[in-house]
């Protein structure tokens, strides 16, 4: 991360909550507190109490411009990865990513991959120009991510391109192991050419798509 220079990169806390506020949790670690920002649609679905033990994989953010580190904190490593692909877009301070995050991280990267911009314009502080930039930057990047299912999962190493697919659908999307691994073989039936885990993923979330619009037809 650019501006982390002299600093320590903190990228997972483990610890009990001591303090609770608005969009922030006090974290206990090793007798530390770690102040972490958590983005929207996570406060919204997630509330934990005083006392219990929490697992954050962190965005460690901090810059020339902003000295004071920020710690942005998910329940997966898939949902911190999708963050620090939408703070490369330009004007997506981290500050402003996690007040615009109201909506889980699946739904955003499908409207990035379908190019809805009336989507992402909703988003509070966006506005129509930024949704274009999200999309124009992120486009054909986040499939993936739109893949998510509900539930945090570990993640794993992986050997080759489909099996680094099959295990990020597994292990960080929360598919069942029959179900990714059908997933996969019916998008390399569709594409036998792909040559990538990104690629793959695009191929993937394709397949995914269509058949939802065929059982809504």
């Not at 903190?10 to 770690?34: D, K, M, N, S």
């Not at 809805?116 to 949704?131: I, S």
């Not at 029959?178 to 885990?197: C, D, F, I, Q, Y």
Request: charged residues 25%.
């Amino acid at each position: 991360m650019a501006g982390t220079r002299g600093h320590a990169v903190i990228a997972y806390l483990r610890g009990r909550v001591v303090q609770r506020g608005e969009g922030t949790l006090v974290v206990e670690c090793g007798g530390v507190g770690y102040e972490v920002a958590l983005p929207a649609y996570l406060c919204a679905q997630w509330s934990p109490q005083e006392g219990e033990t929490v697992e954050l994989h962190v965005s460690y953010q901090v810059s020339a411009n902003h000295p004071k580190p920020l710690l942005v904190g998910f329940l997966r490593r898939a949902e911190q990865e999708f963050f620090e692909r939408f703070i490369t877009v330009d004007g997506m301070g981290p500050t402003r990513a996690v007040r615009a995050m109201a909506r889980p991280v699946h739904e955003i990267a499908d409207a990035i991959e379908r190019r809805d911009v009336n989507f992402l314009k909703r988003l509070p502080g966006l506005g129509e120009r930024t949704a274009q930039k999200v999309v124009a930057a992120l486009h054909g990047k986040v499939a993936k991510y739109a893949l998510l299912r509900e539930g945090p999962a570990p993640a794993a190493p992986a050997v080759d391109f489909r099996d680094e697919v099959l295990e990020v659908l597994t292990r960080q999307l929360g598919h069942r192991p029959a179900e990714a691994k059908r997933m996969v073989e019916e998008a390399l039936r569709r594409n036998p050419h792909v040559g990538s885990a990104e690629e793959l993923f695009q191929e993937v979330y394709r397949a995914q798509r269509q058949a939802a619009r065929e059982e809504d037809a």
